[in-house]
């Protein structure tokens, strides 16, 4: 166990629907950041939130969008869902803003699978 | 702008050989460089970095990586591969006092060792 706890592990959906998929960083981590992980697109990072505020965006599309709460848990909300949104959805946190050598602690993931 | 290659999707080796998973990457300035490896339905583990000084780095179960700034080459090796090391490996990199740049992982390359 990672100290990063992410639900659902799994949610099957259909097109145009939303979900939200949340994230609880390891306890003392004030980062917390989204990566996207899909078979033709690799591991590719959507955003990043430091102690409530964000701080660093990616590759996120416009029907995506994510915040950080006062007690440090993160959801990120997936709407108008596409067939290409299929992907295993990771929640990594750090201690700090993640400058420089710092690791990234990851989740176990959230599979999401749109029909 | 940073990214990472990982120049094969899969690499092949005999248990008690020795193994080599290649990584070049692309930065401007001095680098920041990461092997995270992730084992089927879990999320991904950190194995070792590279900040500064000696260009072998030791990580966690035996991996070493060698860093080699001429090439721009952080090659991740074991000198006798076990069944168990089977995964998916990824190298990441961030440049050196980049403000708030992330973590850009390579598209990941699969090991699998043979019995």
């Known amino acids: 166990d990672s100290g990063v706890t992410q639900t659902p592990k799994h949610l099957i959906t259909a097109t145009g629907q939303r979900v939200t998929l949340r994230c609880s960083p390891r306890?003392?981590?004030?980062?917390v950041y989204w990566y996207q992980q899909s078979l033709d697109q690799g591991l590719q990072f959507l955003i990043q939130y430091y102690n409530g505020e964000e701080r660093a965006k990616g590759n996120i599309l416009e029907r995506f969008s994510a915040q950080q709460f006062p007690d440090l848990h993160s959801e990120l909300n997936l709407s108008s869902l596409e067939l290409g949104d299929s992907a295993l959805y990771f929640c990594a946190s750090s201690l700090d803003t993640g400058i420089g050598a710092n690791v990234l602690t990851f989740g176990a993931g959230s599979r999401l699978t749109v029909l | 702008a940073q990214s990472v290659a990982q120049p094969e999707d899969q690499v092949n080796v005999a248990e008690g050989n020795p193994l080599t998973v290649k990584c070049t990457y692309s930065v401007s300035g001095n680098p920041y460089l990461f092997w995270y490896v992730q084992y089927p339905n879990r999320g991904l583990q950190f194995l070792l970095k590279y900040i500064t000084g000696d260009n072998l780095v030791k990580g966690s179960y035996g991996f070493e990586a060698e860093f080699n700034k001429s090439q721009t080459s952080f090659h991740l090796k074991k000198p006798s591969a076990l069944v168990s090391d089977s995964a998916l490996y990824f190298c990441?990199?961030?440049?050196?006092?980049?403000?708030?740049?992330?973590?850009?992982f390579g598209k990941g390359t699969m090991l699998l060792v043979s019995p």
């Open positions: 990441a990199v961030r440049a050196l006092n980049s403000g708030y740049s992330t973590l850009t």
């Open positions: 306890s003392g981590d004030l980062s």
